[in-house]
């Protein structure tokens, strides 16, 4: 398998639940994101992994927790949800360490649904 | 202030006209790189390009064109002859080598229909 992989594609959960979205790439990269897409809103980065240690936080909400076991792999566990959080999330990684030049590779996002 | 404004938010093509999705970007940088991305309703983003400040060189890449203009601070994106296939979201990006902040900076996208 090549590129940037997501699971689940579709996800539907209630505001109590406890869920966890799955990331993984296969290029070799260095750095990875998670982005919130929201209709009508820009992209939103909230999370940057640069091997495996987090470098940037974007004043996320605590109920959104990112965690990177490793270069390939980034999780976003989420618990306690509102219904504004759901969005498309999208996940990307880069070769090296999030710098400005780097070019970043885009999974194909997880549709969130709170209800 | 937007640092990147892509101020057609839809815009709808009959199929192999050509067409020009316009980017401006705000920056102090000298040193910068600016990115295309497109994307499908699948959702994934797809790299189209990305540019560097120093190079005004306008690119060509079989049907896709871009325009860098420093002077306007401009990157605008054409499409030739377009096909049903190019409709999409298509996303102009920023990143500024010496304001970290925000890592990259996404304009709003331009959502293209090509009809057939």
């Known amino acids: 398998e090549t590129g940037v992989t997501q699971t689940p594609r579709h996800l539907v959960m209630g505001m109590t639940n406890k869920k966890s979205l799955k990331c993984e790439q296969h290029?070799?990269?260095?750095?990875m994101y998670w982005y919130k897409q929201s209709a009508k809103k820009p992209l939103e980065l909230m999370f940057v992994?640069?091997?495996?240690?987090?470098?940037e936080n974007n004043s996320v909400p605590s109920r959104f927790s990112p965690e990177c076991p490793n270069s390939s792999h980034l999780f976003l566990h989420l618990h306690t949800l509102q219904p504004e959080d759901s969005a498309l999330y999208l996940c990307?990684?880069?070769?090296?360490?999030?710098?400005?030049?780097?070019?970043?590779?885009f999974g194909p996002g997880t549709r969130l649904t709170v209800l | 202030a937007q640092k990147v404004t892509q101020a057609q938010t839809e815009i709808s093509v009959v199929e192999k006209e050509d067409v020009t999705l316009d980017c401006v970007y705000e920056?102090?940088?000298?040193?910068?790189?600016l990115f295309w991305y497109k994307q499908p309703p699948s959702g994934e983003l797809v790299f189209l390009i990305r540019?560097?400040?120093?190079?005004?060189q306008n690119e060509i890449s079989g049907r896709y064109s871009w325009n860098f203009q420093k002077s306007t601070s401009s990157f605008n994106f054409t499409i030739t002859a377009s096909q049903v296939v190019d409709s999409a979201v298509y996303f102009c990006?920023?990143?500024?080598?010496?304001?970290?902040?925000?890592?990259?900076?996404f304009g709003k996208g331009t959502r293209l229909h090509i009809l057939p």
């Open positions: 920056t102090r940088d000298t040193t910068y790189y």
């Open positions: 540019r560097n400040s120093f190079d005004e």
């Open positions: 992994y640069s091997l495996e240690e987090r470098v």
């Open positions: 990307a990684s880069s070769q090296d360490q999030a710098g400005p030049a780097d070019t970043q590779y």
């Open positions: 990006a920023l990143s500024e080598a010496e304001n970290r902040d925000d890592k990259i900076i």
């Open positions: 290029l070799g990269h260095n750095a």
